[in-house]
């Protein structure tokens, strides 16, 4: 029979183990199974004031001890409570009972001395918060992108338009904006708009477009897909920082409400977007159409004012000509 004193086991650094793996490991030897070695773990991300625990479904929990250099060169990996994390660094002593190892009614408890934040999956919850953190980055325009549109469209050029679109969202577009097309200059690129693991290409073409001669980019797609990709920091930052304006058109959008907010406009979708433009459109026409009328209208005014004036002076010379007579 093995002596589980003397288990020799060795634990693969760069493999996270789960809070299970590092229980049944403690349970298997009466004495600290991981000695000194570095190691991984994950879990979720329990907050309580200024501590952090990892935690499972089954009741283990881990504490953890960040110390204020890691936290602080490491501001944009520290989580937020509800976050899945791995974290690597070593199993430590209880800090208040000096005993290697805390097991209470077979669940782990101890606490664990974090060196590095490995990954970090946010919650909801988290990328509220920071996102929050991020809406003062957000560039301010100087009117809003629907009178932008309005006026250079009343000017007699082309809004230049990019349009990343996937899915049914170039289609849905063209379909709600109608012939009012040909008042644009629109141009459609396929992009992945709901894998997130394409949060960096999409950044990149966000960038580049906001290179180029665009007065505005859209993001259309139809479908029901999530649109986690938008959860992405590099994403929203990219989308609050380019002074291009930026129009939402994302079908059955599962974004939460502050995530909405990092665009300049947003439509329920793809269509609605492109009616959107149709309706811009139109209405430079009725205000054009309008103002004509008032021009002809008022030229119609000014010629009637010139003939009443022409007759109202013919009779002043008539009559001051049979005074003349008939003095």
């Not at 199974?33 to 200024?50: P, R």
């Not at 974090?114 to 919850?125: A, D, F, M, W």
Request: hydrophobic letters at 35%; charged letters at 25%; glycine letters at 6%.
């Amino acid at each position: 029979m093995t002596d589980k004193r003397n288990d020799t086991r060795t634990t693969n650094e760069n493999c996270p183990l789960t809070l299970k793996n590092v229980r049944d490991r403690l349970l298997d030897s009466y004495v600290n199974a991981f000695g000194c070695q570095k190691i991984q773990i994950s879990g979720n991300v329990e907050k309580y004031i200024d501590t952090f625990y990892l935690s499972d479904e089954e009741g283990n929990r881990v504490k953890l001890y960040i110390s204020d250099d890691l936290a602080y060169n490491n501001q944009e990996s520290i989580p937020y409570d509800g976050d899945k994390i791995t974290v690597a660094g070593y199993l430590n002593y209880n800090r208040e009972l000096g005993e290697p190892m805390l097991l209470k009614n077979g669940k782990l408890e101890f606490w664990f001395k974090v060196l590095q934040i490995t990954s970090v999956e946010r919650c909801n919850e988290s990328r509220k918060i920071l996102l929050q953190r991020s809406m003062s980055l957000k560039t301010e325009k100087n009117v809003p992108v629907r009178a932008y549109i309005y006026h250079i469209l009343y000017s007699g050029n082309k809004p230049k338009i990019l349009v990343l679109c996937s899915g049914t969202g170039e289609e849905d577009v063209k379909q709600g904006v109608g012939d009012s097309i040909n008042q644009y200059s629109i141009t459609f690129e396929a992009t992945p708009l709901s894998n997130r693991n394409k949060a960096a290409q999409l950044a990149e073409k966000i960038r580049t477009a906001e290179r180029l001669d665009y007065d505005a980019i859209a993001f259309s797609r139809g479908g029901n897909e999530a649109y986690d990709i938008f959860y992405e920091k590099e994403v929203y930052t990219t989308i609050l920082t380019i002074p291009k304006y930026s129009i939402a058109g994302l079908g059955h959008s599962t974004l939460d409400e502050p995530f909405l907010m990092i665009f300049d406009e947003v439509m329920k979708t793809p269509n609605e977007f492109g009616h959107y433009l149709k309706d811009i459109a139109l209405d430079v026409q009725k205000q054009k159409l309008f103002e004509r009328q008032q021009e002809e209208n008022k030229k119609r005014r000014n010629k009637l004012i010139r003939i009443v004036a022409i007759i109202i002076t013919l009779l002043t010379i008539v009559a001051l000509a049979l005074w003349y007579l008939n003095r």
